[in-house]
């Protein structure tokens, strides 16, 4: 009996636990429900006003080509216009010119250090006077060679030592060859820097030379710059979508460079304008790429400096410093 | 395993004389604020400096377009070596069943997990945008060694942290019952670390399982946070970074590191600790054995990495050679590898001189040596690229060291003393139990 009627008490307090725990979840339910419906009317009430019309008529153009008058009111700010485009550049700055492969011949007979190249360079890039995407450097190969000036832009690999080594994919290949970098993506951490046995790349240090105001980021461009991020030669890939030849190319005045298409087997020169075949090119005259025997397959070739139109000379001088000229570094 | 098994009553005796002789430490906080002051002085001068660096970038330090990586990735390599230690004390002596290091593996792995800790935010110091960090995770890409790094330093401070805590269990019952006027998180910190230890023979059994399983699953791990920090550098084309070698290299590099840090640590707590009757005149000897074994080791790496190449004098790596026997690097190379490495070296073979205070001086130029070792890694290569440095400042061909990037050194450092100053007051730095139980302490009442 007694027994029993523990068990009852037992059930009824069951029961009651279940009941109060219902109604509770009810009442949860309930305060969500409400809350929700408030904040649906208050959403569509603000929408409504937003609606009121001012009275005020603006002629706009629609997607094809209509010209149309409407409300001041009617009209939408597209608040992530900033943001939209941003991606869209980064989208299609990642993938590439499709079917394109872009080669550079760089013919070292030409150049005597007009530096025009560097020049407009540093200033699509927005570079201070140290950072160099292009560099022309003073080499002499031994002892008794003559010396030469050698532009040196980033080399576009086919074998990257320098996106292999990027934790966070900010440096990439894309499908036309061009290694780019991702200034948005990048954490500063430098090991491109220390991967590339060609010193192609330079970092913002300090804050850019322009500030970045509110222009929208152009990978293809890398501008604006950004303070704690990667830079480096992008092959112009900006002038490139639109048609054009790199900066540097067509700043040459000496008919230096020459800018094409290894698929196409076509590379124009930036001066004169002239367009020949590729292999024909670097066949006929001895191109070749600097240290092949990394592995790392560069996209630019060297056309050998034989016989020039000018002697060597910089800064009066016609031999060079061995510790400060040599291909692999070190003394010949 | 203990030679001669006491007699309950006297087990008590002797548990209670180590219990107190380990315990006072804890409770003497002479000359602490004044060191916990000085440790917050150089907090707040670091990061007033990182403020700095914040602010204007990078360009604060030396570190320029070709010395890309500077002071702060050697000071990285540096903590990493350090780290290392706890492994060979606790894991690789502990599984050799070697009797003499279990007064000083504690102090081993409080330096490693204080050392591998730090290590992480060492190399947030050199990021360029420290506030992306979390693109590692969002878009970390398995090629790159870094991502290895950060995945393998985690798991070593997991690690090393779980081989701190376990064999604390039966110390935190100890603690429980002998730090009752403790504040109350301390109570609840050793409450917690007991997890229900009641000294029963099955608990042991489970005890020494995990650690025999800890001990072995972290040499693996430990080797790889090293061998892949040397990757970070061997990966690379560079002439002088380029080596086959590098993992080995650094590894017996960091273990010199770690034991002449271990040996300093030793000093301090047998002196200011007054832990004479259990760090005594025979493990000094015994360290100091040690210390000559892994030096002669790293002896011979070093052979390897630059007689080798010097031989040979190839271009790429001529000019570079040249700069650390005779040229800029000259100075540091030979104080670091006459002075700081072969000297200490030498001497030590001597047992006479194998005593505490020689072989403290010794262990600090050791240590030194080991700091500047990392900077002749990281720097020098980085200065003799394959193509000639040209049309750039003169201070992008040097490395001086700035203010700011001295300050970023010494506050790592200076959270090292403070994790292992802060371990150091809360756990006896020596492990009781082992103590103990090495002399035939009864188990069952160790708790």
Not at chain 2, 306 to 314: D, G, I, L, S
Request: include cysteine; glycine fraction near 6%; proline fraction near 5%.
């Amino acid at each position: 009996m007694n027994e029993n009627q523990e068990h009852n008490d037992q059930q009824n307090l069951n029961e009651d636990q279940a009941r109060r725990s219902f109604l509770k979840k009810l009442g949860i339910f309930a305060g969500i429900g409400a809350v929700a419906t408030a904040g649906a009317v208050y959403v569509g009430f603000d929408h409504e006003k937003k609606k009121n019309p001012t009275g005020k008529k603006v002629r706009v153009l629609t997607a094809d080509g209509k010209l149309m008058e409407v409300d001041e009111a009617e009209l939408e700010k597209n608040e992530n216009a900033a943001t939209e485009e941003l991606n869209e550049l980064q989208r299609r700055g990642r993938e590439g010119l499709p079917g394109k492969h872009w080669v550079m011949v760089i013919d070292l007979s030409k150049c005597r250090n007009a530096r025009m190249c560097m020049a407009a360079c540093q200033g699509a890039h927005e570079l201070r006077p140290e950072q160099h995407h292009i560099n022309v450097l003073r080499m002499q190969d031994a002892d008794h060679t003559e010396p030469y000036f050698m532009p040196k832009p980033c080399y576009h690999c086919d074998n990257p030592p320098c996106t292999k080594v990027c934790p966070v994919d900010a440096t990439f290949k894309r499908q036309d060859g061009i290694v780019l970098i991702d200034n948005e993506r990048c954490i500063g951490c430098r090991f491109c820097i220390a991967g590339c046995p060609y010193s192609a790349r330079v970092f913002n240090w300090i804050e850019p030379l322009k500030p970045a105001n509110d222009r929208v980021y152009d990978v293809e461009l890398n501008v604006p710059q950004k303070k704690g991020t990667i830079s480096k030669c992008l092959f112009s890939a900006d002038c490139l979508r639109k048609g054009e030849m790199p900066y540097c190319t067509r700043a040459c005045p000496n008919g230096v460079y020459w800018f094409g298409d290894r698929n196409e087997d076509t590379v124009t020169n930036g001066t004169t304008k002239e367009t020949v075949s590729f292999s024909e090119l670097i066949r006929k005259n001895g191109g070749y790429t600097v240290l092949e025997e990394l592995g790392t397959k560069p996209q630019v070739y060297y056309l050998p400096p034989k016989n020039r139109a000018f002697p060597f000379q910089y800064e009066g001088k016609t031999e060079l410093d061995p510790n400060d000229s040599r291909i692999g570094g070190g003394r010949g | 395993m203990a030679s001669t098994k006491l007699s309950s009553e006297e087990s008590r005796k002797v548990l209670d004389k180590i219990e107190t002789d380990l315990i006072r430490p804890m409770r003497s906080h002479k000359g602490l604020e004044l060191w916990l002051l000085f440790l917050g002085l150089i907090f707040i001068v670091g990061g007033y400096a990182y403020f700095i660096q914040l602010r204007d970038g990078l360009g604060v330090t030396a570190m320029r377009d070709y010395s890309s990586w500077g002071s702060y990735i050697a000071n990285f390599v540096f903590f990493v070596a350090a780290s290392l230690i706890g492994m060979f004390i606790s894991s690789v002596f502990g599984l050799l069943k070697i009797k003499w290091v279990i007064p000083i593996s504690r102090i081993a792995e409080m330096i490693a997990l204080a050392f591998a800790m730090w290590a992480g935010l060492v190399i947030v110091i050199d990021m360029g945008r420290p506030d992306r960090l979390h693109h590692v995770f969002l878009y970390g890409r398995f090629q790159s060694p870094i991502v290895w790094d950060i995945t393998v330093v985690t798991s070593y401070v997991a690690i090393s942290m779980l081989l701190l805590l376990i064999p604390m269990i039966p110390d935190a019952s100890i603690l429980k019952r002998r730090m009752s006027d403790a504040p109350k998180w301390q109570q609840m910190i050793y409450n917690l670390l007991t997890l229900g230890w009641d000294a029963q023979p099955e608990q042991y059994a489970i005890l020494k399982r995990s650690m025999r399983v800890l001990m072995i699953l972290i040499i693996p791990i430990a080797l790889s946070i090293h061998t892949v920090t040397s990757w970070l550098f061997a990966m690379t084309l560079r002439a002088g970074w380029d080596s086959t070698i590098f993992g080995p290299y650094f590894v017996s590099g960091a273990f010199v590191a770690g034991v002449a840090a271990v040996i300093i640590a030793m000093y301090f707590f047998r002196y200011n600790y007054k832990l004479g009757d259990y760090i005594t005149d025979y493990h000094f000897n015994r360290i100091g054995q040690v210390l000559v074994l892994v030096s002669a080791v790293y002896i011979y790496f070093n052979l390897n990495e630059y007689f080798v190449p010097a031989y040979k004098m190839r271009t790429a790596e001529r000019l570079h050679l040249e700069e650390m026997f005779t040229g800029h690097w000259a100075y540091m190379f030979w104080f670091a590898q006459i002075f700081c490495l072969a000297i200490p070296t030498f001497l030590l073979i001597f047992k006479k001189l194998r005593k505490p205070k020689i072989m403290l001086w010794l262990a600090v130029f050791v240590l030194i040596g080991a700091w500047l070792k990392r900077i002749l890694i990281v720097i020098p290569v980085q200065q003799h690229p394959y193509l000639p440095i040209q049309n750039v400042p003169d201070s992008f061909k040097e490395y001086h060291f700035t203010g700011i990037e001295i300050a970023l050194n010494i506050l790592p450092i200076a959270g090292v003393l403070l994790i292992i100053t802060i371990l150091a007051k809360l756990f006896p730095v020596i492990s009781v139990w082992e103590v103990a139980h090495e002399k035939g302490v009864d188990e069952t009442i160790i708790k």
